[in-house]
């Protein structure tokens, strides 16, 4: 008979309707056995629909069925009442939206400030972009903006007919930022439902077109911002930054953990700062190697890629031209590519 983790397994290639993501990750599953031949599982869905009901229990009938040993499969899906927001679209938890137009929305988070969260976001939507995909990035550090300046452009986004917001452009990428809206050195001295309610706007009131990907940039922690975000919308992934020291890693365990709270799958984790080489092609370990490494292992999380501390991939932040952009062939931008190449794999793409 096959084990718990197998059933989960089989059921982790059963997609909610309309979404991208698993049902075991969307945490859909609340009850599992297995004797004799006979699997049971028992499902709760808040959204009241059907039609999503009864593809869910045919596809995964299907799923199991394919297991060695099982002969018959009973699934159990109970509906949990939920409280709906006026003009919410139904996903698996009720009032969650899919933001028409978005194939998916990839978070980039890290536990503590000070790793490189931003300069990865930047230059990762900007690989992705070399790669063929069509990339918006949104930051949602409300406090700290720093997307306007790594991307070079500074102009405030205009209204549609639609009434929506149209993000500004540059390097191929489509920008939303807190920074846009603001004079400079303005700060934000706001409490949560402030934020809450600005990061709906950023991705509900933006017209943010067909989009490949939606990349997130988050604030370091596990605050507003975050929780604000994965109740928003059903996020498709996140994906961590860490430095090699165990300083970094010990937060960036609580935000793995919140992910997965939030039942957000982990994409992989982002190795930053790895390591430098000197002029005279000495390796120096500023903040310890292979940390990042050793905790996706431990985690059975995937490791996306490691980045070396390069001069050009801070050059290029400061000059609003990314070194993915200014420099697509040289090692610092092509460290960026193969993480980028890496991300598109996880959802079963080839990079062109």
């Not at 092509?334 to 794999?345: D, P, V």
Request: glycine share 12%; net charge negative.
């Amino acid at each position: 008979m096959p084990t718990e983790d197998d059933i989960k397994n089989a059921l982790k290639s059963v997609k909610y309707p309309g979404f991208s993501r698993d049902i075991v990750s969307f945490g859909l599953i609340k009850e599992i056995s297995a004797k004799n031949g006979a699997v049971s599982v028992t499902m709760e869905l808040t959204a009241n629909s059907p039609e999503a009901a009864q593809q869910i229990k045919a596809d995964s009938e299907r799923a199991l069925k394919g297991l060695p040993g099982v002969n018959a499969v009973h699934i159990d899906i109970r509906q949990k009442p939920a409280a709906q927001t006026p003009g919410g679209a139904q996903g698996p938890f009720g009032n969650q939206n899919k933001v028409p137009g978005i194939r998916r929305i990839v978070a980039v988070a890290s536990g503590k400030g000070g790793v490189g969260k931003s300069t990865c976001s930047v230059n990762l939507a900007c690989a992705l972009t070399y790669l063929g995909a069509r990339v918006g990035l949104l930051d949602c550090d409300i406090y700290g903006p720093s997307i306007p300046l790594m991307m070079g452009i500074h102009e405030r986004p205009t209204i549609s007919e639609a009434e929506k917001l149209v993000p500004p452009a540059n390097h191929g990428v489509k920008l939303m930022s807190m920074g846009f809206l603001l004079e400079d050195d303005q700060p934000v001295i706001w409490r949560g439902p402030m934020i809450q309610k600005t990061i709906q706007q950023f991705v509900m009131a933006v017209d943010w077109g067909e989009l490949d990907f939606l990349l997130v940039d988050l604030p370091p922690g596990t605050g507003d911002a975050q929780l604000s975000l994965c109740q928003i919308v059903p996020l498709d992934g996140g994906v961590i930054v860490t430095t090699p020291q165990e300083a970094s890693l010990g937060v960036v365990r609580k935000g793995i953990a919140m992910f997965e709270k939030v039942n957000v799958p982990i994409l992989g984790i982002v190795e930053n700062m790895s390591y430098f080489t000197a002029p005279n092609g000495e390796r120096v370990e500023i903040f310890g190697h292979g940390g990042g490494h050793a905790e996706a292992e431990r985690r059975q999380i995937p490791f996306l890629g490691e980045i070396p501390i390069f001069v050009e991939i801070r050059e290029g932040g400061d000059a609003g031209l990314p070194v993915v952009v200014g420099s697509p062939n040289q090692p610092a931008a092509q460290a960026f590519i193969h993480i980028a190449e890496a991300l598109k794999q996880r959802f079963g793409e080839n990079a062109p």
